[in-house]
């Protein structure tokens, strides 16, 4: 568990951490340097002793999981391929980072009979999306670029983040089911909710009243 005085928080790089860092520096909490500008991957806060860590999306569960951060923001894809365990609360839906986990393939493709061939990163949600369908499929695991894997024969579909639906179409492939809607999640350490309570309440109040000022329409939900 951190020791200093302020909170440690685990950042998932690229789209979310662009997304999320006018949020934070909006609870009062900035790096004390550039993070596009650094190779640095653990920054201090302006103000506050607060550590910003940034890392692989997929490693900030296990982070928050074992306490070496008190605080995570990552999408609720991650958090539903995660198996580690639960020594963490997911606290809030920021609504940033919306996008869709869906089956794709390349148009006309029969995906009714047979075993299915699907090429992923998603395995467990892909496992557990086709066994609540009673289907039998061979999960290819992929750690990116899955969208090749249908062109090359490597497999009948994918399971995939969309966004735009813009990598879909380039290379050839069309949308089909919705398995998951995506939204970045922050998600707080068990032991650093009771004892970093205070700090930890009051960045998740701050974040929460921005998601609604944000999102007038829509409540926020954990
Ligand atoms: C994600 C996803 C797709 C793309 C979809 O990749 O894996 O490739 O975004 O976005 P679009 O529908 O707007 O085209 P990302 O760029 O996040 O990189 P990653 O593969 O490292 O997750």
Known sequence: ??????????????????????????????PSEDMSASRKLVFDSR????????MRGADVP??????????GITGKDTLMEYEGGSHFYERLDLNIGVCKLMT???????????R????TKFVNVTRRYFEAQGRQVSIIPLSGAM????????????????DTGNTLKANGLVALDT????SSRVIVNR??????????????????GQVAAANPLIGSKP
């Open 1 to 30: 568990m951190s020791d200093h005085s302020g909170l440690t928080i685990a950042l998932n790089k690229g789209r979310i951490l662009k997304e999320f860092l006018p949020m934070l520096a909006a609870c009062g909490i900035e």
């Open 47 to 54: 103000t506050g002793g607060h550590k910003l860590v940034v």
């Open 62 to 71: 296990t982070y928050v999981e074992y306490g070496a951060a008190d605080v």
């Open 104 to 114: 794709a393939a390349p148009p006309d493709t029969d995906l009714t009979s047979g």
């Open 116 to 119: 299915l061939r699907v090429a």
């Open 147 to 162: 969208e090749i894997a249908p062109l090359m024969d490597l497999a009948d579909c994918i399971v995939d983040i969309v």
């Open 179 to 182: 398995i998951a809607h995506v």
């Open 191 to 208: 032991a650093s909710m009771k004892t970093r309570f205070d700090a930890v309440q009051n960045l998740i109040d701050t974040l929460r």
